[in-house]
């Protein structure tokens, strides 16, 4: 039992390119979070899906978008990186109870 | 507008002493009460939670107390160790359908426990 798993672990790019946060729960989890965290700014959210086949805006969706492509696995996409951009990313899903797990997080640094 | 207010930002503490780590919200819709340790390069891990029909709870060497009625709540780690050096993040939420908990944190504690 992986729980959650994020690639890539670190990412660099330069301004104006794009990619692909990949997530993948193993845990039945109905729901599915993207957050991003940002020195002395705690975490914040940026995408969510309460079950499959629907998305969601969090507190800091600009410049970012998302894809439930089925009930394990939730991807973030960046379409046109900005320095702003650079944090680590978390993926996160959670169970009834409210209990809430995070993955270990892709570090992308934008140039 | 922070939802979620944290204190300290930083807290040394000697091993075996008891850090106290304090969040107030503010949305009286939040019903449930995460408490998660952070290890540099890791995803924070969930910790304690609590539910505003208990005034405390216990799970080992860790305790949330909560007040409903000032909208606070804290974490106190009893007999620290160097061990749990960490940052430390309350959080807050409410059920928006199902199993959906959008989480508000509050911008962490890095905790220090000397030897």
């Known amino acids: 039992n992986a729980g959650v798993t994020q690639t890539p672990k670190f990412q660099v790019l330069k301004t104006g390119q794009s990619m692909t946060l990949q997530c993948a729960q193993d845990?039945?989890?109905?729901?599915m979070y993207w957050y991003r965290q940002d020195p002395g700014m705690g975490l914040r959210l940026i995408y969510y899906?309460?079950?499959?086949?629907?998305?969601d805006k969090g507190e800091v969706p600009n410049g970012y978008n998302v894809s439930r492509l089925n009930k394990r696995e939730f991807s973030l996409r960046l379409e046109s990186a900005a320095p702003s951009q650079t944090s680590v990313y978390f993926c996160?899903?959670?169970?009834?109870?409210?209990?809430?797990?995070f993955g270990p997080g892709t570090r992308l640094t934008v140039l | 507008q922070q939802q979620v207010k944290q204190s300290p930002q930083s807290l040394i503490v000697q091993k075996g002493g008891i850090p106290i780590i304090n969040c107030a919200y503010e949305n009286t819709a939040f019903d449930y009460f995460p408490w998660y340790q952070q290890f540099p390069g890791k995803g924070p891990a969930l910790l304690i939670a609590?539910?505003?029909?208990?005034s405390e709870k216990k799970e080992g060497r860790f305790t949330i107390s909560f007040n409903k009625s000032a909208k606070q709540f804290s974490l106190h780690i009893m007999d620290s160790q160097p061990g749990d050096s960490a940052t430390y993040f309350c959080a807050a939420t409410s059920n928006s359908g199902g199993s959906n908990y959008k989480l508000t944190f509050g911008k962490g504690t890095l905790l220090t426990v000397n030897p």
């Open positions: 609590i539910r505003p029909d208990v």
């Open positions: 996160a899903s959670s169970v009834t109870s409210g209990s809430t797990f």
């Open positions: 899906s309460a079950s499959e086949g629907t998305t």
């Open positions: 845990m039945n989890h109905n729901s």
